[in-house]
């Protein structure tokens, strides 16, 4: 069974093939090209990007021939699988890598000193986990599988390197990071000036677009997480969010059953959020 990333993030090794250091003196942590190979060989079906389903989502998306081609192999070092519950990493582990989320779903959380946990996203396949990283060379929160799932390991030295040559992949990493700073005021936004149905509103329409852009149905959708994360990511109670649930039920535009949300008048809970009466 493969170790959890968080047991070998102090060990250079096959399963973990990147070296910490000198991150935090400003300079990229230097890529053991021995252990990526290794870690290429345990992972045999692991990242071709050319022909992943999950392209025209994650950082590749834009690549085209040659530089697409060129790319596999060298973008990510290997998969890893993260069960559900575990930590991909923790706030405050050194930032040496990004993932792009494969398969499964995460979600991202913040401690504060007395222990409250606060939910502040969730990702699912063709996402980026750990850009937040980046600032301070040192993980900002917690990364935790809602599934039992697969990433790909996108050492940032390697890709540092890599955008150097590829300007479609320095803008594509571009856009991924403008889309977390887009996802920050989305959350403002939510906690700000929304009211419960509101929020949930917002958050089921904009899960359905996202699940759309990976081929799946806009109208149902799987929770994968519980009341309790949403209701910490919306800023409300596990309750206010089960309330809202069956009150939306109730009125015809959800459909729900446990985790089960079938959208069933989109444009009713659309007019719903931008403040319209409901008909």
Known sequence: ???SLRDSTDHGSADHPYVPGAARHGAAPVIRL???REACVAHPAAVQCSICRLRAECLPAELEGDALDDLDGRLASGRRKVAQGEALFHAGDRFEAVFAVWTGS???VVTTRHGREQVTGFRMAGDLVGLEGIHASRQAADAIALED????VIPFAG????VRDAPTLQRRLQSQMSREIADAHSAMLYLGS???EERVAAFLLDLAARLEARGYSRSSLLLRMTRAELGS???LKSETVSRTLTRLHADGLLSVC?????ITDRNGLQQLLDGGCVT
């Open 1 to 3: 069974m493969e170790r």
């Open 34 to 36: 021995r252990a990526v």
């Open 106 to 108: 995460f979600k991202t």
């Open 149 to 152: 799932s697969q990433v790909c």
């Open 159 to 162: 890709l540092q390197m890599l």
């Open 194 to 196: 929304m009211s419960a």
């Open 233 to 235: 990511y919306l800023g």
């Open 258 to 262: 446990n985790r089960r949300i079938t």
